[in-house]
């Protein structure tokens, strides 16, 4: 009878040490350059999270495959699942910071992950790359400086889908009278683009009308219904996850026209558009990136990653927007890692300062983007030391019932309107947690 | 005015939707006293089976339900022999961690074998809007509805009608006695699980229909849940009625209330409703009337 | 009892339970070696105090303590010639042993009626033999008929435990084990029941084991009787040698040698317990 | 015979209601808690203090505050993520907004915490068991509505907002040390607080109300006072765990990330710790911290060659299959495992 | 039997009413639990409710204690007529009582339910609790204190820290009337404290009834099966039928009124304890 219960306990208690001891059991190799990969391929959100991890150790494997690593220097790339969960990313974060080499660069890949590691970060000295997601008022580069907003923000790319819909309409003078709706997630997330909504309705005399829905955004008949008394000349719809597709759904069944509903950067994903089958078709979105499979780099990696039994995923999602979101965001990564070695010695894993140099000068004109055969599909990229964003430009696509078809090239923002608010915004944290804005010349 | 009865009927719709899922809960309940919280689980592996065979093998609607009918048989019986067997009597406070171990254990088992990408399933429910003179209706909740309809039927059929449907209420009132005039718990465990798995195919094809079939299906839970309180955690009619409250209240909430105090209220407001409502009359619209003796 | 004796007579005997130990959660010790027998067609008492192991003793028999963590850790039972010691309870039920629980565990929801059809479970001889039994329990218990479409919740004490003796007979049983059917009833209602007893046993033949604390109820209406304490057989006998036992007047029927009845009033203060064992 | 307690001697009825009344278990806690203040610090590292022990210290603190209401109360709440929040945010508006000393600013965080508790406690007079519970997703899914409004995060952009400097009477709490003491600390006071609550009447009351509450109405227990004061106190506990989560261990505050399946977690360690046990509150928080970051390292550590994606589904089916298992074998918890092989040690070697 | 019963009646001094109960009518939807009941109890003195079973003594014992609020008809305690009250307010007033199914805490031990018992007595707040400081350590050990004397004298100190749901029902029983005095009531009511004992048991309880009583000077109004015990005991006995009072009077008066004869006593045996 003694037995059961003794042996039970033992045996839990036992599976509790060995658990515990191997995460100190770093393995280290010295000449590889260490990446740490925070994804989420469970949880929620995991439609988009699955495709952007695929593409994003795709791209590690093709440099490692093809290249032989940054002049030599092989990427090791490890994965940590945060399920979108901001207690998990911590515990990435500071379970992978110290492995291998040392991680100099992280990609959180969630806003309030960001937030999280912000003050780690600045205290490891880690670069942080947040694409479109993450504290907007980074960009402004003389408050925080290693963490970066490349390429763009909602704020600038709010921009460019107003600047997109004005030129539908024949010219900024049109807008006024016009009804736009901006259905968003009802949290910070969707939100965030308002103030910019605002200025302009302000500015060129449109009526802005702000529709929450509360997330997950499972059932939203009520609010389309709303929707459609409104009769809106554009929809402006900003979900995330679940809420996507059947916002689409929705508005479909209730006759909205999916020509004049434009999504944010993060409703312009596959998932938002697949589930909802054929009410997607005719859906627009903006995008920081080219879609699709149609660009050079995709050989390459046919030959060197998917042909040779190496690709991370199933391999059905290469060429999906969250896969090209992936890939350019690896893109970033290693051309900074790469302008590191050239500065301070090539065939030597780049350590946390020189990361962080290379950022705070990445340069990638669009000729280099062709070289690595991502032009059209990577945005350039031109940081200085004041901004830590870019030209934000993103361009409009369009799916087409298979495929996110692209409209424009990219559009331009505008600088004047958000730049002076990156700057406030940074400033006013800056204040609060006590940060010295550094100088640039 | 035109437009209050628009949205009072999709609410009504939604209300449908919610009830669909409610009504697994209360099949289980109702027979094992075991408030399953894994219900929504079973949707998200039902959906997830036929969206998956259909998508990534090829096999038709036709084949795929039944076979996953099937699997939902095979489900119950390793939840009776796993868990439940090793629970009986527990509390039911026990019972319903064990059941969210079950949700996660099934999320688990149908993401290792289908990844948690999202899929499609369309099984040709039409979905074009029609308008009946200027009232705007959607074939999609038609079709819901009457599959609604007709499901609750044969439910309410099976149960009071039937030799097992009155098994399975004496088996809710006491496991023990029960026991003792011979009842075999187990079969009848595997049989509600079965029938509530059954519903969960029907709920996965509508819901997987609306939503597409993703991990956050499991969410729908939280829309059920308080669909299931109002209508009191026993009745199948209850949980319809409560069903077709709540999807409207929550929809006129959302539209005359919601820009209000500042929108996207109706994740709360259903709950707020189903509180409001039990303060009053504690056992929900149809729920059995705890009878409190000393 | 040695256990060659008891073997052989487990052929003769319809129950024979064997040394049986019973242990709840792992580690309470409850039975600790239960022997006894029962002979077809009688009526067996089985007395004791709270706590002595009657209600554990009769689920070990009829198989319910899987339910409430308990497990037989030694010893067999026996039941017509068959090991039944690890067999389900549904298998019993089919065999022909009815637990009548203590505490009248009716189905609360349900009618009368459907509490006897539900009682009917196991059964496949065809609906007319089950309809013809329901009348069977409604002779024997008449108040169930007036009452049969009543919910069983809102019945009487004794309603009750007459509907769960009722719905015992629904499956054909060749033994009750009746676990306190006097618990909390009016003297009349123990007398009333005790009297269905005796007439099942003559008039269908049906065995009984009745767990009991009224011992005196117990011992007029049963042929024999096992007295348990603390988990063990203490004493057992015919009924009627056991009520003459001066031990058990004094201890279980409240006669004290000699003199009679006492008064409650004048019971004394700290009046040490006798112990067969402890 | 390592648990033997022959031979100690209750003099005083004081000595008999200690806490700890075995001279063993006095032992047993003294040796932990000089493991958690001098051995821990010196030994763990950086990753182990900061992701693993704080995030736990921090659950435990808000086991034990659900355990007081679920375990002792035995009202069910599955609301504990939104008071969790309601703490937090209370806690950083009156940190950015006033002038106000940090352990001020805590304190009443917690009393903020406690009143909303109250509010969603009243319904508890009328609403039993699972009905309650699931009312209690009214508290949970409103009070993250509502701390998503933007005044809350004073109308930060991203809704997501940084944690203030946590300086108590002076001692600035920065690093991940400090954050491990300031944690330890509160946890090891209200742990002790949480103790002497339960074992006095008020304790008793509660655990009166869970174990019948119509008995304990009529021996003359008031249940709406009781009930409301177990939702005010265990409100209270998890309140300060909020603000710990907040400012200590994430260093952001985010209202969604304060959702539903932060109730479950919580609900899981007092189910699997044990139910009506202090110590089982901390070790189930132990259990749920440990467990998923124990599966998903493992496969890497032994080298299995499972991709990511592949390992977290089924970490999520061994989690799953662990709970049931857990429930199994012991379902009132790692707290009766534990008594249990203290009573196995008692007697040992003999097995009754 | 009878002389006894006279001898008791004439030792119950006292003849202040506690407790009145006039013209009582309780129903439950269409069910009338109890008709037009009325009766007192006596200061002192040990009243006993009999009846066959669904004659409603519980429903009355719960009338007097507000878990029932009667539908018509008054019940006057130390002279004040009282409505619709909560019975945590009863119990306030000095009316404890123990059930029929026995109602203790069961994830306690029994010293912690007769201490539940006497939290009427405590005065200490939350704070002083949970910092065990002031009133709170205190009272924990003067309550203590009078608890053991409880355990005492109801021979319960071998279960002191056994939680009371491992305890046999016998004992349970007397658990159960622990508490009850530890909130040293002036009224105690007794729902059924001897169902399911055995004589031993019987006897045992009756004599801390009687203690009770003379020692403690509690009223007590008993509900009691055994009849043996019930005119043992009683000082006065009220017998109901179907929620009617059919009979009320000393022991020797109800057990030769035809009326209750018919209605109950009936067939009471000569063997019956």
Not at chain 3, 157 to 168: D, I, K, N, Y
Not at chain 3, 203 to 219: H, K
Not at chain 4, 3 to 27: C, H, M, N, T, W
Request: hydrophobic share 45%.
């Amino acid at each position: 009878m003694t037995t059961p219960f003794l042996k039970k306990a033992a045996m839990i208690g036992l599976g509790a040490a060995i658990g515990l001891g191997s995460v100190f059991a770093a393995q280290a190799q010295a000449s590889e350059q260490y990446l740490p990969s925070l994804v989420y391929r469970t949880g929620p959100f995991a439609p988009s999270g699955i495709g952007f991890a695929d593409g994003f150790a795709d791209y590690v494997t093709l440099i490692n495959e093809r290249d032989g690593g940054i002049n030599g220097v092989r990427i090791r790339l490890e994965e940590c699942e945060t399920a979108y969960a901001n207690d998990r990313g911590v515990e990435c974060y500071e379970r992978l910071k110290d492995r291998g080499n040392g991680a100099t660069v992280v990609a959180p890949l969630s806003t309030g992950i960001t937030y999280a590691v912000i003050p780690r970060s600045r205290r490891d000295g880690i670069v942080l790359s947040t694409m479109g997601y993450g504290r907007a008022d980074a960009a402004y580069g003389r408050v925080l400086d290693n963490v970066f907003m490349v390429p763009t923000t909602y704020w600038s790319s709010m921009t460019a889908t107003l600047s997109y819909i004005a030129e539908q309409e024949g010219g900024w003078d049109n807008l006024r009278g016009k009804d736009i709706v901006h259905a968003f997630h009802d949290s910070a997330y969707g939100r965030e683009p308002l103030a910019v909504l605002r200025h302009y309705a302000e500015e060129y005399g449109f009526t802005l009308h702000e529709m929450a829905i509360s997330p997950p955004g499972v059932e939203q008949r009520s609010v389309w219904q709303q929707i459609r008394r409104i009769n809106p000349d554009w929809v402006s719809l900003y979900g995330w996850g679940v809420m996507n597709p059947t916002a689409i759904r929705t508005a479909a069944s209730m006759g909205i026209p999916r020509e004049r509903m434009i999504g944010g950067i993060y409703a312009a994903q596959d998932d938002a558009v697949l589930p909802a089958g054929s009410a997607a078709v005719g859906y627009k979105a903006v995008t920081f990136h080219g879609p699709g499979a149609d660009y050079p780099i995709y050989e390459d990696l046919q030959r060197y990653v998917y042909d040779a039994g190496l690709a991370a995923g199933d391999g059905d999602l290469t060429g999906t927007i969250a896969y090209n979101r992936g890939l350019i965001n690896a893109g970033y990564i290693i051309e900074a890692w790469r302008q590191a070695q050239a500065e301070f010695g090539e065939g030597r894993p780049s350590t946390r300062e020189e990361t962080l140099w290379a950022w705070q000068q990445l340069q990638i004109p669009e000729s280099r983007t062709e070289e690595l055969g991502m032009g059209g599909l990577m945005p350039p990229v031109n940081i200085t030391c004041e901004n830590h964003e870019g030209d934000g430009r993103v361009l409009v696509q369009q799916w087409d019932g298979e495929n996110w078809v692209q409209l424009t090239d990219w559009i331009d923002t505008n600088r004047e309107l958000v730049e002076p608010m990156y700057r406030e915004s940074a400033m006013r944290y800056a204040q609060e947690e006590g940060i010295t804005p550094r100088e640039c010349d | 005015m035109m437009f209050f009865f628009e949205v009072l009927i999709g609410g009504l719709m939604s209300g449908i939707m919610y009830a669909l899922v409610a009504l697994g809960f209360v099949l289980i309940f109702k027979a094992s006293g075991v408030f399953n919280f894994a219900q929504a689980a079973m949707v998200l592996f039902a959906a997830m089976f036929i969206a998956g065979m259909h998508g990534d093998w090829g096999v038709p609607y036709w084949m795929a339900i039944p076979i996953t009918i099937l699997l939902m048989l095979g489900l119950a019986w390793i939840i009776e022999r796993v868990v439940l067997r090793q629970l009986v009597n527990q509390e039911p406070i026990i019972m319903f961690m064990a059941t969210i171990g079950i949700f996660f254990a099934i999320i688990g088992f149908a993401e290792i074998i289908w990844g948690s990408r999202s899929r499609t399933l369309d099984i040709g429910i039409p979905d074009q809007p029609l308008f009946i003179g200027d009232m705007l209706f959607q074939q999609y909740d038609i079709v819901t509805a009457i599959a609604v309809a007709v499901l609750v039927v044969l439910l309410l059929i099976f149960s009071q009608r039937t030799r097992m449907g009155r098994v399975l209420r004496a088996v809710a009132d006491d496991h023990q006695a029960a026991q003792s005039v011979g009842i075999k718990l187990n079969t009848v465990w595997v049989v509600v699980w079965f029938v509530a798995g059954i519903v969960a195919v029907v709920a996965g094809i509508v819901w997987g229909g609306a939503l597409g079939v993703q991990p956050v299906m499991v969410d729908v839970a939280f829309k059920a849940l308080p669909v299931l309180l109002l209508g009191g955690l026993t009745s199948i009619p209850g949980a319809i009625i409560a069903g077709l409250i709540i999807g409207s209240g929550e929809a006129l909430a959302e539209v005359y209330l919601g820009p209000i105090i500042g929108g996207g209220i109706d994740n709360w407001f259903a709950y707020i409703i189903a509180m409001a409502f039990m303060v009053w009359r504690p056992e929900g619209l149809f729920g059995e009337k705890i009878i409190e003796r000393i | 009892m040695a256990e060659q004796a008891s073997a052989q007579q487990a052929e003769q005997a319809l129950l024979s339970l064997n040394n049986i130990e019973v242990v709840y959660n792992h580690v309470v010790l409850v039975l600790k070696g239960v022997s006894l027998e029962v002979a077809p067609g009688s009526i067996v008492a089985l007395l004791g105090g709270n706590g002595a192991g009657k209600s554990t003793t009769l689920k070990a028999i009829s198989g319910l303590l899987t339910g409430e963590r308990g497990e037989i850790t030694r010893g067999t039972i026996h039941y017509n010639g068959e090991n039944v010691t690890h067999m389900s309870a549904a298998d019993r039920v089919q065999r022909g042993v009815l637990h009548v629980m203590e505490g009248r565990r009716v189905f609360e929801h349900l009618t009368v009626e459907e509490n006897l059809q539900v009682g009917s479970y196991g059964r496949k001889d065809g609906a007319a033999a089950i309809q013809k039994d329901m009348e069977m329990v409604f002779e024997y218990f008449p108040r169930l008929r007036e009452r049969r479409k009543s919910v069983a919740g809102y019945t009487s004490g004794g309603e009750q435990q007459m509907l769960a003796m009722g719905r015992a007979l629904m499956a054909r049983p060749r033994m009750i084990l009746l676990d306190e059917p006097s618990m909390g009833l009016a003297p009349q209602l123990v007398e009333e029941i005790f009297h269905i007893v005796t007439t099942l046993r003559r008039e269908e033949g049906v065995t009984f084991l009745v767990a009991e604390q009224n011992t005196n109820v117990a011992l007029r209406n049963a042929d024999y009787g096992y007295i348990l304490e603390n988990g063990r057989i203490v004493m057992y006998g015919d009924a009627a040698r056991l009520r003459e036992n001066p031990d058990v007047k004094e201890f279980y029927l409240g006669v004290s040698s000699g003199e009679g009845k006492t008064s409650f009033r004048n019971v004394k203060h700290y009046k040490r317990r006798k112990r067969w064992l402890s | 015979m390592i648990y033997r307690e022959s031979g100690q001697f209750k003099k005083s009825y004081a000595a008999d209601q200690a806490i700890l009344p075995l001279r063993q278990d006095q032992v047993f806690l003294i040796g932990a808690l000089l493991v958690a203040f001098l051995v821990i610090p010196m030994v763990a590292s950086n990753y182990v203090m900061n992701a693993l022990l704080l995030p736990f210290l921090i659950y435990a603190l808000a086991a034990i505050g659900l355990n007081l209401l679920v375990g002792y109360c035995g009202q069910i709440s599955l609301g504990t993520g939104g008071f969790m929040a309601v703490g937090a945010f209370a806690a950083w508006n009156l940190a950015t907004r006033t002038e106000l000393p940090m352990p001020v600013v805590f304190l009443l965080a917690g009393l903020i915490t406690a009143g909303t508790g109250v509010l969603f406690g009243l319904p508890a007079l009328r609403i039993k068991g699972f009905y309650l519970a699931v009312t209690t997703l009214a508290a949970q899914f409103f009070l993250i509505w509502l701390l998503q409004r933007p005044w809350f995060n004073n109308y930060s952009p991203t809704g997501v907002i940084s944690a203030p400097e946590v300086n108590m009477f002076g001692w600035v709490v920065d690093s991940v040390t400090d954050r491990y003491y300031l944690a330890l600390i509160i946890l090891v006071v209200m742990a002790l607080l949480a103790k002497n609550i339960v074992r006095s009447s008020t304790g008793r009351k509660w655990m009166a109300i869970r174990d019948m509450d119509v008995a304990a109405e009529i021996i003359g227990i008031r249940p709406m006072a009781t009930k409301l004061k177990a939702f005010a106190v265990s409100s209270f506990f998890v309140g300060i765990a909020g603000v710990l989560w907040g400012f200590l261990y994430l260093g952001q505050l985010e209202a969604e990330a304060f959702n539903i399946y932060v109730s479950f977690d919580v609900l899981f360690m007092i189910i699997i710790g044990g139910l009506g046990s202090i110590l089982g509150s901390i070790l189930g928080a132990a259990f749920v911290v440990l467990v998923p970051i124990f599966l998903n390292v493992v496969p890497s550590a032994i080298g299995l060659p499972l991709s990511t994606a592949m390992i977290s589904y089924v970490e999520i089916f061994i989690f799953g299959s662990l709970i049931i298992f857990f429930l199994i074998v012991e379902p009132h918890g790692m707290a009766r495992l534990w008594s249990i092989i203290k009573q196995k040690l008692r007697l040992w070697p003999f097995p009754y | 039997m009878a002389a006894n019963a006279a001898d008791v009646t004439s030792r119950a001094g006292s003849s202040e009413v506690l407790l009145k109960v006039e013209d009582v009518e309780l129903r439950f939807g269409g069910v009338r639990a109890l008709r037009g009941v009325s009766f007192e109890i006596r200061r002192g003195e040990i009243f006993s409710i009999i009846g066959p079973n669904g004659a409603g003594k519980s429903s009355m014992l719960n009338c007097i204690n507000g878990f029932y609020h009667p539908t018509s008809g008054t019940i006057t305690y130390k002279g004040q007529p009282r409505k619709a009250m909560r019975p945590y307010v009863t119990a306030s007033q000095g009316v404890a009582r123990t059930f029929q199914n026995i109602a203790l805490f069961k994830g306690m031990s029994t010293l912690d339910n007769i201490m539940t018992g006497r939290h009427l007595k405590t005065k200490a707040t939350l704070l002083e609790n949970a910092f065990w400081f002031g009133r709170a350590k205190r009272e924990e050990m003067e309550h203590r204190k009078f608890c053991e004397e409880i355990i005492d004298f109801l021979n319960l100190q071998h279960v002191r820290k056994t939680p009371v749901g491992t305890l046999p029902y016998g004992l349970q029983k007397r658990v159960e009337l622990g508490r009850a005095l530890a909130a040293e009531p002036e009224l105690l009511l007794l729902d059924e404290p001897m169902a399911g004992m055995n004589l031993e048991e019987k006897q045992d309880m009756a004599r801390f009834v009687l203690d009770v009583n003379d020692e403690f000077g509690m009223t007590i109004c008993l509900i009691e099966h055994d009849m043996g015990v019930v005119m043992d005991l009683s000082d006065r006995i009220v017998v109901l039928d179907h929620g009617e009072m059919i009979g009320q009077g000393t022991p020797a008066e109800v057990s030769n009124d035809p009326k209750v004869i018919e209605a109950y006593l009936g067939v009471q045996e000569e063997g019956e304890a």
